[in-house]
Nanobody, 119 residues
Framework: QVQLVESGGGSVQAGGSLRLSCAAS?????MGWFRQAPGKERERVAD???????SYADFVKGRFTISKDNAENTVYLQMNNLKPEDTAMYYC????????????????WGQGTQVTVST
């Protein structure tokens, strides 16, 4: 079973930037990020397939960029112009199948890394 290890969370003021990293212990077809704020439902943030194609939630378009180093099995989430509403636990996700990636039914989850954005 592939395992995921996230890093890069922290606290930042509104307008600031953070970069999240997630290293997978093996190869995957797609990787991505979800987030969950206290009292709110989990949200899909962004994901990337092994061919480099990406998708983003509307609320992060133009601010977040997902990228992947296939050789290192590592995915990154560059978050710019952060807003207080971006405060959440961010989870790295991955899967080896097209269907799981297409329907956001990821089978592999990391432990999460906290992102806190203050005003």
């Amino acid at each position: 079973q592939v395992q995921l290890v996230e890093s890069g969370g922290g606290s930042v003021q509104a307008g600031g930037s953070l970069r999240l990293s997630c290293a997978a212990s093996g190869s995957t077809y797609c990787m991505g990020w979800f987030r969950q704020a206290p009292g709110k439902e989990r949200e899909r943030v962004a994901d990337i397939v092994s061919d480099g194609s990406t998708s983003y939630a509307d609320f992060v378009k133009g601010r977040f960029t997902i990228s992947k180093d296939n050789a290192e099995n590592t995915v990154y989430l560059q978050m710019n112009n952060l807003k207080p509403e971006d405060t959440a636990m961010y989870y790295c996700v991955a899967d080896a199948t097209w269907a799981a990636c297409e329907y956001a039914d990821f089978g592999i989850w990391g432990q999460g890394t906290q992102v806190t954005v203050s005003t």
